[in-house]
């Protein structure tokens, strides 16, 4: 948890602080972006852009509840700007390979966890189709263990919307995995 002091000594342009900041927020920024990515080393670019961001704005966040909300719409939307980018530059296409990874994965057993490779590969295949609202949304409230209502403030969307988007994003996910089950 960041204390308001740390985000107060920021605002006066204390670097020790802000390095203290970035040390206490980079990893929950990073599992964000990369969950909603799939790649390690564009959601490393992320938390950095973010972290600069943070910096620069860091004026704009009042108390230290607020600042967690205010850095994960901070990589949200860097995160939709990326996809929105990459998805102008070519389209994903899963190769069998990748389905088969999905495969091993479901067929052994799910306590081993998995390398950063085949996460960011599950993730990747799972979510290809899932528009960038539903990626977001899915994300955040599947795998960060948000609240609909922590979502919605982040990602700006109503409540409902936020319901709906998961709604459909785990319906296509469960799909995909009966599929090559």
């Known amino acids: 948890m960041i204390g308001i002091e740390i985000i107060e000594e920021c605002r006066k342009g204390n ?30 670019d992320i938390v950095q ?6 910096w620069q704005k860091i004026g704009k966040t ?10 994960c719409r901070i990589v949200v939307n ?3 700007d990326e996809l929105r980018r990459k998805r102008r530059t070519k ?12 495969s091993n ?3 052994h057993d799910p306590a081993v966890e998995m390398d950063n490779r085949e996460t960011a590969a599950l993730i990747r295949i799972l979510t290809a189709s899932l528009s960038s609202k539903q990626k977001a949304v899915f994300v955040l409230c599947d795998l960060e263990e948000m609240s609909t209502e922590e979502a919605a403030e982040i990602t700006g969307m ?3 919307t936020v319901k709906a988007n998961l709604h459909y994003a785990r319906k296509r996910i469960s799909e995909l995995i009966q599929k090559y089950e």
């Open 15 to 44: 670097l020790r602080c802000f390095s203290e900041l970035v040390g206490k927020t980079s990893p929950f920024a990073f599992s964000v972006a990369f969950r909603m990515l799939g790649d390690e080393g564009l959601a490393e």
């Open 49 to 54: 852009d973010t972290m600069v961001t943070v």
């Open 62 to 71: 009042k108390s230290a509840a607020g600042f967690r909300m205010w850095l």
């Open 78 to 80: 860097k995160c939709y």
């Open 91 to 102: 389209e994903y296409v899963t190769g069998n390979s990748e389905w088969e990874i999905i």
């Open 105 to 107: 994965h479901l067929s």
């Open 158 to 160: 109503r409540r409902t």
